[in-house]
Structures are given as structure tokens and as C-alpha cells.
């Protein structure tokens, strides 16, 4: 297994190649609201709807993925003459995908998918297709914009729901133009028939799908090099990657070299788009030239952030780098400027209370215990600010700190309350806070004649300040007076 240390390299190194992407766009509609009573004409459930979100679904949700990985993205794919095909071409636009290899086709609707969720609970699926393969003009125009566009790229994805988008001319000459300029085609597989992907580079099923392909369930770990290579020579491939849920991804080569990376998820909230994610992270580091084990690694950390989280959505660069880095176990919940961002983004996708303090934190005391879990208890997450030496000394005098800020951050980092620290070095927090903007900001009561620097920036912000109750008795500066007298009985000053 490759170390976070490598795995971190790798984001920080990557550039933003240009992935093309071919297959069945969707558009994802969720419909939002609680269930309080069961419906007197049928028993059945009422959901009282409180909101409608339209997502991008399918190959789209792949190119959304890419995207948000800072990937070049075109995507060749048909839609209907509606409102739901519009509506696709808008949400493309909105995350810099151009639309003008979108082809409409008057015969057939744009597949839409609305799901009805009660909190965290999806409860119905309503599907809106014609999943005939697309023929006629609509093929004739597919197949006439591949070459152009595989000319672009630096890799090809097969994004295949079975809605009729690639049918079998399609992936024939994606495959055959994307083998003459050697660059990656990667499939994300439906159905049983694996032939018709003859000749590509990797194809990325679940269990579940492989063991259709091959006819047969996979009894355990020791059955997947068998079935790996039947895949293998089935579809004539370099590499296959199989998505295992709970058991992470297992991944073979044609030469039968293999590697098994353990689930990164901490918990699953909704696995809809997983699938999505492993493939276009894959088809991104592929495209930079990364090797297959780097490149399962790293795409297992994604899919371990989306799985997390409501329906079809994507992970930043910034997010990933942090979920990685918490694996560091020198750092740990020590945040620098090159992953502070990302861990805010992930708390905030989550819809977590951001709450921040800030001090010289020099020895650590019981007082400051308690005012940390004040703090804490005060919403989701504490992400604590730590002065570092040199504005310690100009606070505190030239004899402070007692203790370096490495030590101080680490010693912070191994309180539970704490979920994240990071070092500012002005004389005041006024810059760290603009650049975390909490939804609560938290001082001592000490502050509360003095000013509480940042709470302008805070309430204009809709957040809140709270000042928190000081130990009678409990100071670095009374704990260091007590040391130089000698006098270190408990309580006395």
C-alpha cells in the first residue's frame, strides 16, 4: 500500500490533462423533505416537500468529478429536444464544460432520474427514459465528432448506464482512435456483454457487475485473480479494477500483477455516484501518467469523501489532499496553508458548525481544557489558532514561548475536543479568522471590555461570539510564577 507522504506528492505534482468522455447523460433530480403521516388514499408514505435540487448524472456526474479535480473535460453525449436536455446543457455550462458536443435528438427524452428522499432516506426512484441504442442521425453525428475529439484528449472515458448512448459503433471507434494515439480508454461497464469493450485500456465494475460479466459469484479475495483475469481476456485489456464496497478496490494488470487497497471510507451515507468517482479520479491520473497502483489509491481516498455524502457529488483537489494528509502521523490534525482550505471545504459540504479559538496555548493547563470544551460544545468542529514563536515573544516578552509551536500544535492536536490547529503568526487573529469566517468564535470572558478581534467579520457573516468562563486561578503566567518561586502547591498563585 502506497504512504499518504507519496499519495500527497502525487496531488500537489498533478497537472490538468484532458479527458474526453462519451456515454448516457443524466440528469439527477432530488426532491427533498420530510415524511410525518401515511397517506389516507393508500398506505403509503407522504413526503412534504421542501426542495428540488437538478444534479448531473451519469457521464455527467463524471465530467463534474473531473472538474472538480481541475481536469480539461469534453463530453460527447445525447440528450432530448426539452426541458430536461436544456437543463443538462445549462449545469455542463456552469462547471466549464462546453456544450457544443452535446447532440440532440428529437426521438427520444432526455433520461431524467428524480429521487425522493425523507432526510437521509431515499424512498422512491422515478425514472424518465428510452434506453434504445441511439441510431440513425443522432449516431451518424456521434460517430463523426470522436475522432476530433479523441485527438484532444489525454484520455477517454466510457461512461455506459445501458441508455443506448454507446452503442457498439461508438465504443468501437473510441476504442480503435484512442489505441492509435496510445492514450488510456477506461470503461465503466453495464451489462453482462464485456466483449463489446474489446481492446480497451481498463474497465473499472463492482463486484456485483463483474460477477454478471463472468457468469459466477466471487467466493472471497482468493477468487478475484481468477476472475480478473477472465475479465481480462474477455475484453482484451491491460488492467481491470473492481470496486469492492466495504473491501475497497482490487485492481489486476494483463501481466498479472495485483494489489488490493482497503476501504477509506470512515462511514457510508449514499454509495449513488461511487462508481463515477473511481473512474474519472482513475482516467485523471492516467491521463498525467501516473502509475495503476497510485492512481486506485488515490481514487479509493475520493470515493472513501463522496460516499459520505448525499447523492452524486464530487471531490476537490483541496478536500483530497486533506483527507489524505489526516493519515500523516506526524501531522495529524495539524493543519498547514496547503490543507486548510480543503478540510474547511469537506466541513462545510457536510453542512458541520465551524467553530474557532485562538491563544498562545504555551502550557497547557487545566484552564485551558475546560475552555476548549466550552468551546467545542459550541457546534461541529474546533479548529484551534495557535500564535507562533515570534508573536508569542512580542505578546509575551522575549523569555516566551516556554514550549517551541510544534510542540504546542501537537500537544493541542491530542485533545479529543480538538478536531484541527493552525498557526498564524500577526499579532492578532484578524487574518486567520477572515479566512476560516466560523459560524461561532469563541474568547474568554477576559476579552469582554477589551474587544473580541474578528467579531465584525464573524456577525456580519451570520456567525456568533461567545465568551467563555476562565478558571479562577488558571494561567500560563501564573503557572510560570509558581514554578520560579518554588511554590507549586495547587491552587496557589
Known sequence: MIDAVTLEARIDGLGQPSVLIIGDLILDRYVMGEVARISPEAPIPVLRAQGAELRLGGAGNVAANLRSMEAEVEVIAVVGDDGFGRALSEKLTEIGVSNDSLIVDSTRPTIEKTRMISGSQQMLRVDWEDARPIDGEALATVLSRIPAAVERAQAVVLSDYGKGALAREVIELAIECARKRGIPVLVDPKGEDYTRYRGATLISPNKKEAEQAIGRSIQGREALPEAADELIALADLKSIVITLGADGIYHRTAQGVSGHDPARARAVFDVVGAGDTVVAQMALYLADGLDLMTSVALANHAAGVVVGRLGAVAVTRSELRARITESLPSTGKVLDDSTLDGVLEGWRRDGRRIVFTNGCFDVLHVGHVDYLRFARAA?????????????????????????????????????????????????????????????????????????????????????????????????????????????????RA
Not at 381 to 392: E, F, P, Y
Not at 413 to 442: K, N, Q
Not at 453 to 461: A, I, N, Q, T, Y
Open 379 to 491: 457546534g461541529d468542529v474546533l479548529v484551534v489558532g495557535v500564535n507562533d514563536d515570534a508573536s508569542v515573544s512580542r505578546l509575551k516578552g522575549p523569555e516566551r514561548p516556554v514550549n517551541p509551536l510544534g510542540d504546542r500544535m501537537k500537544v493541542l492536536a491530542a485533545l479529543e475536543m480538538v478536531e484541527a490547529v493552525v498557526s498564524f503568526g500577526e499579532d492578532t487573529p484578524a487574518h486567520i479568522i477572515e479566512r476560516i469566517t466560523p459560524d461561532v468564535l469563541v474568547k474568554g470572558e477576559d476579552w469582554r471590555d477589551k474587544g473580541v478581534v474578528g467579531r465584525e467579520w464573524v456577525e456580519s457573516h451570520g456567525g456568533r461570539v461567545l465568551l467563555a468562563p476562565l478558571v479562577a486561578g488558571r494561567s500560563t503566567t501564573s503557572t510560570l510564577e509558581r514554578i520560579r518561586s518554588g511554590n507549586t502547591a495547587t491552587g
